[in-house]
Structure formats: C-alpha cells, structure tokens
C-alpha cells in the first residue's frame, strides 16, 4: 500500500488493486488490536520499545495503587515514565474493562484511609474532614466541590473512591 501510488496499474488489475489494499490494512488494523491495559502483564508492557522491567513494574505498582486504570491518560501520571513512552503505552493497550473501586464512606472513613487515596495529599484530606466536622455529614460527594481549594480538575478520579453511604 505504501508504494503502490508509484506503479500504473491498468484498469482490470484496479479491483485487484483495491482488494489487495483493503485485505493489507485489515491485517495491519487486527495486529494493532488494542489490550486491555489493566489485564496486561509485565512481559506485555515490555514489547513496547523504551519499557524494561523497571517501567512495567512501575506501570503494574502503579495500576494496583489506583486499584485499576479508569481512565486512559490515567497511565501519563505515573512517575518517571515518559510522555512519550506513555503515548507508546496506548497505542497498544487502553480500558477495555473498567476496574470496580471499592469506595469508602467519606462520612466513617479515618483520616488515615483518606489520605491513602492516590490523588489526595495532607493538606486536602484535612480541609475534607475540617468541612466534615463543620457540615457534620458529607450528604453527597459533590460538596467536595465546595471546599476552598479542592481540585476540581482531579475531582472525577478523587470520587472514584469515595462515597456517602
């Protein structure tokens, strides 16, 4: 396919032609099929030139923290991995199935357990519970929101995790 705008061909080898081309890139498209990223083994991420076994170690340690990817860009967060290796990682792996989180109730939760969340750090666990023990209960996950400070470009990952009941 690559070449073939270089040669004429004549008109009755045109079906021929076209043929050839589509059954060439149906085979590219069924080799490039896409993994699921959160099934993917360290062997597998290691096909992917710029990974060693350190990177997929990481990439595992990481997916196991997060309890599962949910998000595709989720995999340009992990630390020490390249944008553009990350951009690699997709190319052949995505969420095919998304992983089931177990949430915690943000209302009987400790500190120690909020904190343990991926994206949250001290100083936001802490305004959370400061705005618990001001509201005395966290009716739904969207409050969050409320609190001065709190990143609502992490919000969707942060409420993954947490729940009111």
């Given at each position: 396919t690559k070449i073939s705008p270089y040669f004429k061909f004549p008109e009755w080898k045109a079906s021929e032609k076209t043929t050839a081309t589509t059954l060439s890139k149906n085979i590219i498209e069924k080799s490039i099929l896409k993994k699921d990223i959160n099934s993917a083994t360290s062997e597998d991420f290691r096909v992917i030139n710029g990974i060693g076994e350190k990177l997929a170690k990481r990439i595992i340690d990481y997916r196991t923290k997060l309890q599962g990817f949910s998000f595709n860009d989720q995999v340009f967060e992990i630390w020490a991995l390249d944008k553009e290796i990350a951009g690699k990682v997709l190319q052949y792996f995505e969420v095919t199935k998304p992983p089931v989180i177990k949430k915690i109730n943000i209302?009987?939760?400790?500190?120690?357990?909020?904190?343990?969340?991926?994206?949250?750090?001290?100083?936001l666990t802490k305004k959370i519970f400061n705005y618990k023990d001001e509201v005395a209960e966290i009716q739904s996950v969207e409050e969050l929101k409320r609190i001065e400070g709190?990143?609502?470009?992490?919000?969707?990952r942060i409420v993954l995790y947490l729940d009111t009941k």
């Open positions: 209302n009987t939760a400790t500190f120690k357990e909020v904190l343990a969340i991926v994206y949250l750090d001290y100083e709190f990143p609502l470009e992490k919000f969707n």
